[in-house]
């Protein structure tokens, strides 16, 4: 569905703990839009720093926030991404029709 265009995060989100980065990706049809992934790290017996997805139930409102923070950034770059597409491409329609949602 999409063709990944860079490994590297284009943002990340810390909230008490949790750790958020968030990717652009590029559809088949040429439009952007974003995903994210979230961690938080832990150190293991030894000493040694380790990541994880999975989260305590006490990390709930911490993960949750950083979702929130993560959907506003990604709808204001969203905006950002259409802005500059409607002035390449001269006026057209402020929503868009089915086709050129990018999922």
């Given amino acids: 569905m999409s063709t990944e265009q860079n490994n590297d995060p284009v943002h990340h989100i810390y909230v008490q703990g949790v750790r958020l980065a968030i990717w652009k990706k590029v559809s088949d049809k040429g439009k952007a839009f974003y995903t994210y992934k979230t961690q938080r ?10 990541y994880t997805d999975s989260f305590p139930m006490s ?7 950083a979702i929130d923070m993560a959907h506003t950034w990604s709808l204001a770059k969203q905006q950002e991404d259409f802005e500059a597409q409607k002035s390449d491409n001269g006026p057209q329609s402020d929503y868009p029709v089915e086709d ?4």
């Avoid at 990390?59 to 926030?65: D, G, T």
């Avoid at 050129?100 to 999922?103: A, G, H």
């Fill in 41 to 50: 790290a832990y150190k293991d017996e030894k000493g040694n720093v380790k």
């Fill in 59 to 65: 990390m709930a409102q911490a993960e949750r926030k």
């Fill in 100 to 103: 050129e949602i990018p999922y």
